[in-house]
């Protein structure tokens, strides 16, 4: 039922957009910060601390998720694992937010365009040394593998659990690099832990889906560039990972962007971003269809 499960959770959250407000999840950041208080030591949180950290709020899910079993012949188990999913995803509905900075584009209304961008960037867009179409269209590949591909991974690995373990990274991920940015820059070191645990769990999602994003464009310039992404690897291992979907992502789309106006290359940069990150989700459904498939025959 774990795939009835992920599509319906898919297809609910289509329907559900006026919820969305409720899985910002805010009423974990004070547990972030009494966590990094109590498990700091001189040189901040260690990976420990921050696996322990993202392990106390799974628990009681994992749990749950173990007690329903096959009760009732799985219903009650396949009804927890579409709520867990659905608070999963997020925090915010990606492909709203590309359609929202798109039409603030349309509509010549700068400001509000660079509010929305800074959203998807999780900062200032304008501060960013690359340009903004750029840095815009790099954020939406790599906030999809935060916000999608990685929740569908985890759930089809460990249940409702795994979905959520993700999610709780991600957002501890977050606050780490909002708490760095207020404090200063030499606050950051003391929580590197928080995006070094969140890049152990993105790993191999983000690898995956690098994949269907060469599926879902050109995919000779996608390998193209998956090349150039493993001879440049930057430092830490989550921006090695979100440099290899930002490259990647972007081979996938150039050559669909050849040839248009100037004048309209931003708004079309961000939809067809969003319209490679749709199709490579379609293409691990239907992966993930066939091997369910392929096990019920075996």
Do not use: C
């Not at 925090?91 to 961008?117: F, K, M, Q, S």
């Not at 593998?145 to 929740?151: A, C, K, P, T």
């Not at 990274?169 to 950051?188: H, I, K, N, T």
């Amino acid at each position: 039922m774990s795939v009835l499960a992920l599509l319906l959770a898919l297809v609910l959250e289509r329907g559900l957009t006026h919820l969305f407000h409720l899985r910002e999840l805010r009423w974990l950041d004070p547990w972030f910060d009494r966590a990094a208080r109590l498990l700091g030591g001189a040189g901040g949180v260690t990976l420990g601390g921050a696996a322990l950290t993202v392990l106390l709020p799974v628990l009681p899910v994992s749990l749950v998720d173990h007690a329903l079993g096959s009760r009732l012949h799985g219903w009650p188990h396949f009804v927890f694992a579409v709520l867990v999913l659905l608070v999963s995803f997020g925090p915010r509905d990606l492909r709203d937010e590309v359609d929202d900075y798109a039409a603030a584009l349309e509509r010549g209304e700068r400001e509000e365009a660079l509010r929305l961008a800074g959203e998807l960037l999780e900062g200032d867009a304008a501060s960013r040394g690359a340009g903004r179409r750029e840095a815009v269209e790099e954020a939406i590949f790599v906030q999809a593998n935060n916000r999608i591909f990685g929740v569908i991974f985890w759930f089809l690995v460990l249940g409702p659990a795994g979905a959520w373990a993700f999610r709780v990274s991600d957002l501890m991920r977050r606050r780490a690099a909002f708490e760095a940015a207020r404090r200063g820059a030499d606050s950051a070191s003391g929580r590197a832990a928080a995006p070094l645990l969140h890049g152990l769990f993105a790993w191999i999602p983000a690898r995956l889906a690098a994949g269907a994003y060469a599926l879902a464009g050109s995919f000779e310039d996608a390998v193209g560039s998956w090349r150039i992404a493993v001879d440049r690897a930057a430092e830490g291992l989550l921006d090695r990972t979100e440099d290899l979907l930002a490259r990647v992502g972007k081979a996938s789309l150039q050559p669909s962007l050849a040839g248009l106006d100037p004048t309209v290359l931003d708004v079309a940069t961000a939809r067809g971003a969003w319209r490679i990150v749709r199709r490579a989700a379609w293409i691990w459904l239907a992966v993930v269809a066939a091997l369910v498939l392929a096990d019920k025959v075996t």
